[in-house]
């Protein structure tokens, strides 16, 4: 079965550092999706990124940028010069590409970032 | 184009009753799914609908169900309700399948007391 891990619970920056948001999946599929959402305190799932296996291409946009490494089975997101508003938490998620199940989350990084 | 929107947003019932919750896709997404967030849980998928079928079902019991409509919208309902039905109630909306990126609503926030 599938299974998404983010090991930090928690991540506390002060404005303008760069911070690294780990994680770390498992599944059995050579087909599959990865996907990063932020969740506000609205509630919100926001979309960030969808990364599929057959592409290990890292990818910037803007100060975020991803690191797929299927070697180590991990889909990492850095934010570079980080600001108040990235304040969130952030969901890692996997789809298997045979599948039935929706997409498996993480239990997300609550990332706090200080003025 | 409009987001995925969600009714009500916020809803108080007690134990024993029924809920109802309704979901409005991205215009032309043919892909409902739904998910239930809670903070002991985390995020857990409880089903999808294309073309007004249930194609996947989570590991939920019988009393979560849903339907969708012709024109996508769909609804989810949980029967005799439990206190630990409190939760955020989550609709996304892909294209035609779960495995595209699925675009989520504000969400339903249900407390049973």
């Known amino acids: 079965a599938q299974k998404v891990t983010q090991a930090q619970t928690e991540i506390s920056v002060v404005e303008k550092e760069d911070v690294t948001l780990d994680c770390v999946y498992e599944?059995?599929?050579?087909?599959?999706?990865l996907f990063w959402y932020k969740q506000p305190p609205s509630g919100e799932l926001v979309f960030l990124i969808r990364r599929n296996s057959f592409d290990e291409q890292n990818e910037i946009s803007g100060r975020y940028s991803w690191n797929f490494q299927k070697s180590t089975s991990s889909f990492n997101f850095t934010i570079t010069a980080s600001q108040v508003v990235d304040s969130a938490v952030y969901f890692c998620?996997?789809?298997?590409?045979?599948?039935?199940?929706?997409?498996?989350f993480g239990k997300g990084t609550h990332l706090i970032i200080q003025p | 184009k409009a987001g995925v929107t969600q009714t009500p947003r916020y809803l108080i019932k007690t134990r024993g009753q029924q809920v109802t919750l309704s979901c409005s896709p991205i215009s032309g997404h043919r892909s409902v799914s739904w998910y239930q967030q809670t903070p002991g849980q985390g995020l857990q998928f409880l089903f999808e609908y294309f073309s007004e079928t249930q194609r996947n079902k989570g590991n939920f019991p019988g009393r979560f169900s849903g339907r969708q409509f012709s024109n996508s919208r769909s609804e989810m309902n949980v029967s005799t309700l439990e206190l630990g039905d409190s939760a955020l109630y989550l609709c996304a909306s892909s294209f035609q399948d779960r495995k595209e990126t699925q675009y989520f609503g504000p969400g339903t926030r249900l407390l049973v007391l």
């Open positions: 998620a996997l789809a298997e590409g045979g599948g039935a199940d929706g997409l498996t």
């Open positions: 599944t059995r599929d050579t087909t599959y999706y």
